[in-house]
């Protein structure tokens, strides 16, 4: 659906779902969760549908993913780094 208008000089790998992504320094993981084939972030609790990062700015919350272990980030709002993992956010969040 997106892709990167240009290649960065220093890319960096990044994990979804166990499959290694190049990332760009400084770049969102919202944004390269958006250039995937299945570009979507997470599945409601209630219906499990899809839904993909929408506003790009930290106020819809439809991004939300797993980060690190951590569940429930706006990925929107989180740079990428060499080695970040990231599993898109099935159902509720669990405690």
Not at 44 to 72: H, I, N, W
């Amino acid at each position: 659906m997106f892709r990167k208008l240009h290649e960065s000089d220093a890319p960096v790998a990044i994990e979804i779902d166990g499959k290694t992504v190049s990332a760009e320094v400084g770049e969102s993981v919202a944004a390269v969760l958006l250039r995937e084939a299945d570009a979507w972030a997470r599945l409601t609790p209630v219906t499990q549908s899809r839904r993909a990062p929408y506003c790009m700015m930290g106020v819809c919350f439809d991004c939300l993913a797993e980060v690190d272990g951590k569940p429930s980030v706006q990925t929107c709002l989180v740079p990428v780094c060499d080695g970040m993992r990231v599993t898109r956010q099935c159902g509720k969040r669990r405690i």
